[in-house]
């Protein structure tokens, strides 16, 4: 007999605050993540100006150390 387990090895989604920049305009969801932003906080859907906020966001897991 097979039995689906739950797989304890699934990797848990873990939720921190997360610095992002948000767009200003109110009729535009665009926003980044900090660390992704580039140096023009420039919103990349509407061009408007982004303001900096912080959200709850899922950790994104990487599997080799990215950090300069
Ligand atoms: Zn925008």
């Keep these: 007999m097979y039995f689906a387990k739950?797989?304890?090895e699934e990797p848990e989604?873990?939720?921190?605050?997360?610095?992002?920049y948000a767009c200003e305009s109110a009729?535009?969801?665009?926003?980044?993540r900090?660390?992704?932003?580039?140096e023009n906080y420039v919103c990349p859907m509407c061009g408007s100006?982004?303001?900096e906020e912080v959200r709850e966001l899922p950790k994104i897991q990487?599997?080799?150390?990215?950090?300069?």
């Design 6 to 8: 739950r797989n304890s």
């Design 13 to 20: 989604i873990v939720i921190e605050n997360t610095v992002v």
């Design 27 to 32: 009729s535009c969801n665009g926003w980044m």
């Design 34 to 38: 900090k660390d992704f932003a580039s």
């Design 49 to 51: 100006q982004l303001i």
């Design 62 to 68: 990487t599997d080799f150390n990215s950090f300069k």
